[in-house]
Antibody, heavy 123, light 110 residues
Framework: QVQLQESGPGLVKPSETLSLTCTVSGGSMTNYYWSWIRQPPGKGLQWIGYIYYSGSTKHNPSLKSRVTMSIDTSKNQFSLKLSSVTAADTAVYFC?????????????????WGQGTLVTVSA | QSVVTQPPSASGTPGQRVTISCSGSSSDIGFNTVNWYQQLPGTAPKLLIYSDNQRPSEVPDRFSGSKSGTSASLAISGLQSEDEADYYCATWDDSLSGYVFGTGTKVTVL
């Protein structure tokens, strides 16, 4: 059974870079998309982006060019960096498996999810 | 940016049937499959329905999904207290070239 676990600092200063890692256990990263999704306190879900196991990426245009994602299949990990953060980036950040290469990204789904990690942006 | 809308709340008594709508456009729901997620209080979302109407094996058959045109629906029959949660639809938006989530619906069991 595949499990995901987010890790990283829970507090980031404004204008700095938020960095998170998701560790995948119980399965291979090959042939899957891997996504980041966030949820501001008391609000809804927002897709941040995905990285394919080969390293290609796609991110939410609303986050402009602040998003960088990377993957290390040898460590069973993928990572998120979000630069120039503000208070609006305070959220619970989830990682999730975004589907298999056999199905177009547009027709995929997120399963399973990590438990999420709260990142607060504050001085 | 695409907006996929859901009613903010829905409620029912135990045993009742509750339906949640998810309204989009031709660039999202109208052209791509819809998935539904259940988020129990203080937990991560969990996949409930995928590809419009498919149910993972571990999800009770009380939950069902459907889609018509640019709208989708999630039905919960035989409502139970443990169904009290937030529910989100999600789909791909061709104009955004990315995933969008619905605004979310809080289901209360009276």
């Amino acid at each position: 059974q595949v499990q995901l676990q987010e890790s990283g600092p829970g507090l980031v200063k404004p204008s700095e870079t938020l960095s998170l890692t998701c560790t995948v256990s119980g399965g291979s990263m090959t042939n899957y998309y891997w996504s980041w999704i966030r949820q501001p306190p008391g609000k809804g879900l927002q897709w941040i982006g995905y990285i394919y196991y080969s390293g290609s990426t796609k991110h939410n245009p609303s986050l402009k060019s602040r998003v960088t994602m990377s993957i290390d299949t040898s460590k069973n990990q993928f990572s998120l960096k979000l630069s120039s953060v503000t208070a609006a980036d305070t959220a619970v950040y989830f990682c999730a498996r975004g589907g298999t290469v056999g199905i177009p990204a547009a027709n995929n789904w997120f399963d399973p999810w990590g438990q999420g990690t709260l990142v607060t942006v504050s001085a | 940016q695409s907006v996929v809308t859901q009613p903010p709340s829905a409620s029912g008594t135990p045993g009742q049937r509750v339906t949640i709508s998810c309204s989009g456009s031709s660039s999202d729901i109208g052209f791509n499959t819809v998935n539904w997620y259940q988020q129990l209080p203080g937990t991560a979302p969990k996949l409930l329905i995928y590809s419009d109407n498919q149910r993972p094996s571990e999800v009770p058959d009380r939950f069902s999904g459907s889609k018509s045109g640019t709208s989708a629906s999630l039905a919960i029959s035989g409502l139970q207290s443990e169904d009290e949660a937030d529910y989100y639809c999600a789909t791909w938006d061709d104009s955004l070239s990315g995933y969008v989530f619905g605004t979310g619906t809080k289901v209360t069991v009276l």
